[in-house]
């Protein structure tokens, strides 16, 4: 059956493209709502982070987030959840160390895109993270090997 829109049907995006995007994509996705509860959990964040959609849906960021760092996370989040700006908002990467559910910690890269009402108040975020682990490690080797004389 041809598209009713003037287009071709091989120009046509499949019904649904953006829920298998999301949940076949091999970065993490997460959304948080405003108070931080995790509430979409995809099978590239159960990959980098080892937790279940089940387990970390309903939990707080908190799960990802190094102890020692919740502090000045949580600072940054609600000042973006009350002022609705983000410096990282535009598409800036972000590099942060995150927690696996085994403790390890991770070098995670990330991205967001801020989620508003139809009155413009932030009702949560929405993180596409990639795990960087590896490559910070082999940065940091080559600059250790580069400054030994």
Not at 7 to 19: C, G, R, Y
Request: hydrophobic share 40%; proline share 5%.
């Amino acid at each position: 059956m041809a598209p009713t829109d003037g287009t071709q049907e091989s120009e046509a995006l499949p019904i649904d493209f953006a829920v298998t995007l999301l949940e076949t994509m091999p970065d993490a996705v997460v959304y948080a709502d405003r108070s931080g509860m995790i509430r979409y959990w995809n099978k590239g964040a159960e990959g980098m982070f080892g937790f279940t959609a089940d387990e970390a849906i309903g939990q707080s960021l908190d799960l990802i987030i190094p102890e020692g760092l919740r502090a000045r996370h949580w600072d940054g989040y609600e000042r973006t959840m009350e002022t609705g700006h983000s410096k990282y908002a535009a598409g800036e990467l972000l590099s942060v160390p995150a927690a696996h559910k085994t403790g390890t910690r991770l070098s995670a890269e990330f991205t967001i895109v801020p989620f508003r009402d139809a009155a413009g108040q932030m009702i949560g975020v929405a993180a596409i993270m990639r795990d960087q682990t590896q490559r910070f490690q082999e940065m940091r080797a080559l600059r250790k090997a580069a400054a030994t004389p």
